[in-house]
């Protein structure tokens, strides 16, 4: 089973800006979708979530009825949802938090870190209701983070402006302490003391919620990984998923035959992250196990290579090898905001796109 968390802004239709109206678009959306919608970090944000899913074809049906309610309460505000990892347009000052005590704790916190920490992004969960095999996949994991930032990359504006990154929602992250590549670790015993030690210096908020790109989800039987921009098409969205819950079960099986998981260098690791967050697909990123530099198109292969029996498994490969035949085709998400931006109406148009794909 799978399910996915999708984070989009709200933007006004004429200025195509973001607005601090989370509160009354999920109050709206609520009567419908129920604990399905919620507030994010910042006002300007909502996030929906789908049901648990056990198959492709389920998980994107159960995407375009969440985006497609949560897109009606936002036009009876009088706003659209847009699908993109950092506002193109509008939301320079101070990012307006949302009314959650752990929002206001983590403000008191991180203080300025988060005055620009408006972003969104889509989170996987693949069932896996061990969590001591799930910290051990973890390990096994560790390694593709970096392609599948590259691969999701959805956020190269950020207040108007080009970052010259393709994904600047991750450069954004990569500066706190607690979020980014988990640890390794070699047991679930010492994850969670390495996130007791993590709280105790105040790098991280809560040890039982920790931020890492890969995590046992705390309230739910799963693994849940959070790199990802968020995707303004559903189709890259569901394809992904079903990539990382191959790669999910592959490493699992692994894991049960005895094998813990490389111990990849975290300095490469981050090298990695930041490689990726700049140069997304096409480019080319460092491979975190080899230390080689491959263009994104060669290891999006060899990812596929080595979780092939998991996606036969599902009936996913077909999915898989559309996904990257469109990659090849047309680019990721930050290539299709900057082609937008160059077609003759600047971001207004990189917005207009963003609403069009989000809205299906």
């Known amino acids: 089973m799978v399910g996915v968390e ?17 509160a009354g678009v999920v109050a709206r959306a609520s009567p419908e979708m129920g604990n399905f919608v919620s507030g994010e970090f910042t006002r300007y944000q909502i996030e929906t979530k789908t049901p648990p899913c056990s198959g492709a074809g389920e998980l994107r049906s159960e995407l ?3 985006r497609a309610d949560a897109s009606t309460a936002a036009r009876v505000e009088g706003l659209r949802l847009c699908a993109s990892g950092t506002p193109v347009i509008g939301g320079g000052g101070p990012a307006v938090a949302g009314d959650h005590p752990r929002y206001r704790a983590a403000v008191d916190q991180y203080r300025s870190m988060l005055d620009d920490f408006a972003v969104c992004a889509f989170h996987t969960h693949v069932h896996l209701p061990d969590r001591e095999v799930a910290v051990l996949v973890s390990n096994h994991l560790r390694p593709w983070l970096p392609l599948l930032v590259a691969m999701s990359a959805n956020s190269p504006f950020h207040h108007g402006q080009d970052t010259g990154y393709a994904s600047w929602r991750s450069v954004i992250r990569g500066r706190f302490p607690c979020l980014g590549p988990p640890p390794y670790a070699e047991s679930l015993d010492d994850y969670e003391r390495l996130a007791r030690a993590m709280q105790e210096s105040e790098a991280m ?3 039982g919620l920790p931020y890492w790109d890969i995590r046992p989800n705390p309230r739910l039987p799963t693994l849940e990984i959070r790199c990802m921009d968020v995707l303004a098409d559903v189709d890259d969205t569901v394809a992904l998923t079903v990539l990382i819950r191959a790669l999910v079960v592959t490493a699992a099986e692994r894991v049960e035959s005895g094998d813990p998981g490389p111990r990849t260098n975290s300095e490469l690791l981050h090298a990695a992250y930041w490689r990726a967050a700049r140069d997304g697909w096409p480019g080319s990123g460092v491979d975190a196990l080899s230390g080689q530099i491959l263009p994104a198109a060669v290891q999006a292969r ?9 996606l036969e498994e599902h009936g996913d490969v077909e999915e898989a090898g559309s996904y990257l035949r469109r990659l090849a085709e ?3 998400g930050a290539e299709r905001q900057r082609a937008s931006a160059v077609s003759g109406r600047g971001l207004i148009g990189v917005v207009d796109d963003l609403l069009r794909l989000t809205a299906g």
């Open 64 to 66: 375009v009825r969440m």
């Open 302 to 310: 060899r990812l596929v290579d080595y979780v092939r029996p998991a």
């Open 6 to 22: 999708e984070e989009f802004f709200l933007v006004h239709p004429g200025s195509r800006s973001v607005e601090a109206a989370g």
């Open 330 to 332: 047309r680019g990721s």
């Open 205 to 207: 908020l809560d040890a």
